[in-house]
């Protein structure tokens, strides 16, 4: 689908996207918003998903716990809709930004995947560091939003 990886140079300097995607086919993808510049999720893409996110302009991810891919926000309503997609140097990561609005991304009903700190200092007893929320409320309710569907994440 994409141009065969052959050298250094063109995978580095090269302005041909060459992805080099895992042993299992994926590629990590890092996703922020393009208003507020807050990481929303982390994610991986396979080599269907990067080109359906491409050629649709809205997100799509390959979900290792269904083995399937997901059009992000389907379900939800809060679609992800790219405003831009880099690569990094060596082309085995992608960096997506987002447009979603007033919605959210995280599958637990908060905007961001990442809503909880965690504190930084000496670790005293690793079982009981206690994070703090970023985030006080959910933009949705999971249990209304996806009932009868599997948990999204694998435990």
């Known amino acids: 689908m994409f141009k065969k990886r052959e ?3 063109e995978i580095e300097e090269g302005n041909l996207l060459s992805p080099k ?3 299992d086919g994926l590629i990590p ?3 922020m918003c393009s208003q507020t510049k807050e990481i929303l999720m982390h994610g991986y893409m396979n080599v269907e998903a990067l080109k359906k996110t491409i050629e649709t302009k809205e997100a ?3 979900s290792r716990s269904r083995q399937s891919i997901w059009h ?3 379900t939800s309503g809060f679609v992800q809709k790219v405003t831009e997609i880099k690569i990094d140097d060596d082309q085995d990561s992608i ?3 987002v447009d979603i609005g007033n919605g959210a991304s995280c599958h637990v009903g908060y905007r961001s995947c990442f809503y909880r700190s965690i504190p930084l200092g000496p ?3 690793g079982r009981e560091v206690e994070m703090k929320f970023t985030e006080k409320e959910k933009k949705f309710d999971p249990e209304k939003v996806y ?3 599997p948990n999204p994440t694998k435990i």
Do not use: A, R, S
Request: cysteine-free; charged content about 20%.
């Open 21 to 23: 995607f895992d042993n």
């Open 7 to 9: 050298n250094v140079v």
């Open 95 to 97: 960096w997506l930004t």
């Open 29 to 31: 993808v890092i996703t």
């Open 123 to 125: 670790i005293e007893n």
């Open 147 to 149: 009932k009868g569907q």
């Open 72 to 74: 992000k926000g389907k």
């Open 60 to 62: 799509h991810y390959y």
